[in-house]
């Protein structure tokens, strides 16, 4: 139904399989990794028009590492995801940084 793509490859001793057009579809792109145990989604947005006026790229990224993944499952009465930790946010300027640049 879906236009799904997958390529897989042997990395590290691993194997690392990139798969794009099955989760995520109304993002404008997205793919989702898989190395060894470790899944990363990565997915992507983008307006359709510039706003006027705009004199800076709006560029947001937005890493969030969900409890579960680590094996910490909140009890008691926070049950759900938290705010960003301050780790979080650190990894979030790392991936920032260094695409910034890439774009006019």
């Given at each position: 139904?879906?236009?799904?793509?997958?390529?897989?490859?042997?990395?590290?001793?691993?194997?690392?399989?990139?798969?794009?057009?099955?989760?995520?579809?109304?993002?404008?792109?997205?793919?989702l990794a898989t190395y060894?145990?470790?899944?990363v989604l990565c997915a992507?947005?983008?307006?359709?028009?510039?706003?006027?006026?705009?004199?800076?790229?709006?560029?947001?990224?937005?890493?969030?590492?969900?409890?579960?993944?680590?094996?910490?499952?909140?009890?008691?009465?926070?049950?759900?995801?938290?705010?960003?930790?301050?780790?979080?946010?650190?990894?979030?300027?790392?991936?920032?940084?260094?695409?910034?640049?890439?774009?006019?």
């Amino acid at each position: 139904m879906f236009d799904t793509k997958t390529v897989s490859l042997e990395w590290g001793g691993k194997t690392l399989t990139l798969e794009t057009g099955r989760i995520a579809r109304q993002a404008d792109g997205a793919v989702l990794a898989t190395y060894g145990e470790t899944v990363v989604l990565c997915a992507v947005t983008a307006a359709k028009s510039v706003k006027d006026g705009q004199d800076f790229f709006p560029l947001t990224v937005h890493y969030q590492e969900k409890f579960s993944a680590a094996g910490r499952i909140p009890g008691g009465f926070f049950k759900r995801e938290r705010g960003a930790t301050e780790k979080e946010t650190l990894t979030s300027r790392l991936i920032d940084r260094p695409i910034r640049p890439l774009f006019p």
